[in-house]
Structures are given as C-alpha cells and as structure tokens.
C-alpha cells in the first residue's frame, strides 16, 4: 500500500521499541492508539506485509491484531533503522533487579507473599471466612447437596 515514509518509520520504529504491536481491526479509524500520526489502516496493511515476509508473528483476538516481532523481524528494522546491534527490543531485555511484581516474592509490595490482597489471610487473622466453619456451602451447611449424610 502506498503511505509516506515517515508512517512507516513511525510504525517500525514503535514496533522496534515495544517488540510488540496490538491493532484493533477497525480500518475506518482515524488513528492508531499508539501511533497518533498514523491512520488505522496504514498501521494494518504494513503489519500485513511484515507478517507475509516472516517478521513478526500474528494472533488474532476479539476483532485486535497482535504482533510480536521474530528474529529475522529484529534484523530487517535494525538495517532498516539503521541501529546498532546493541539496541534490543523491550521484549528482549531483562527486568532491573527491584523491578519485580507488587507481592511478588522478594519484589516491592506488603510482603503477603501471592498478592491476594488479603483474602487467603483465613479465619484467624480478619480474613473473609467466618468463625465457627458451618454455614456456607459444603459440609455441614445443610438442605441437599453433596456435603453427605450422617
């Protein structure tokens, strides 16, 4: 498809950054959500071409595009770009070592550990069960059910 090159280095240049790009199939909207400058359709058609030549991998979800960039994918827009091999995509580079999960095991949180947010806390400490243990479902709770016969 015909489009001015600076929508296309806008485009490869977003994916490049991210190593990921999702695109609502929508080829009357005005502009992409990421890429402001650049029609729905442009951004569309250029992931269509990419993915044709075995650049990036697509996924199709509930009327959105995703694409995620494959090796090959990363060399053609570095040539293309013109960078240097030190630059890698988001995708590609690991986390900084305090830049874990909010409850996430030596990460950044309140130190509950899964992150639950207070509900696996039980009965003991002001969790959301009741005290006493009957009533509810299961065993115990009475009317029909599977909780059994005694």
């Known amino acids: 498809m015909l489009m001015p ?6 485009i490869y240049t977003t994916l490049f950054k991210d190593g990921a790009l999702a695109v609502k199939k929508d080829v009357h909207k005005e502009s992409h959500d990421q890429i402001t400058a650049v029609p729905n359709l442009h951004v569309l058609k ?5 993915t044709s030549r075995g650049y990036v ?35 590609l580079l690991k986390p900084a070592a305090g830049a874990a999960f909010p409850g996430a ?6 130190g509950m550990g899964r992150g639950r ?15 006493g243990g009957a009533g509810g479902f299961g065993r115990g709770a009475g009317g029909r059910g599977f909780g059994g016969r005694d």
Not at 46 to 50: A, G, N
Not at 64 to 78: A, K, M, P, Q
Not at 117 to 131: L, M
């Open 46 to 50: 250029e992931m269509q071409s990419l």
């Open 57 to 91: 991998r697509h996924t199709y979800s509930w009327r959105w595009n995703y694409y995620f960039l494959t090796d090959e994918g990363i060399d053609f827009l570095r040539k293309y770009l013109h960078l240097p091999a030190e630059i890698a995509p988001d995708t």
């Open 105 to 110: 095991p030596g990460g950044r949180g309140d």
């Open 5 to 10: 090159k600076a929508h296309r280095i806008a």
């Open 117 to 131: 947010g207070g509900f696996d806390k039980g009965p003991r400490e002001g969790g959301y069960r009741r005290e």
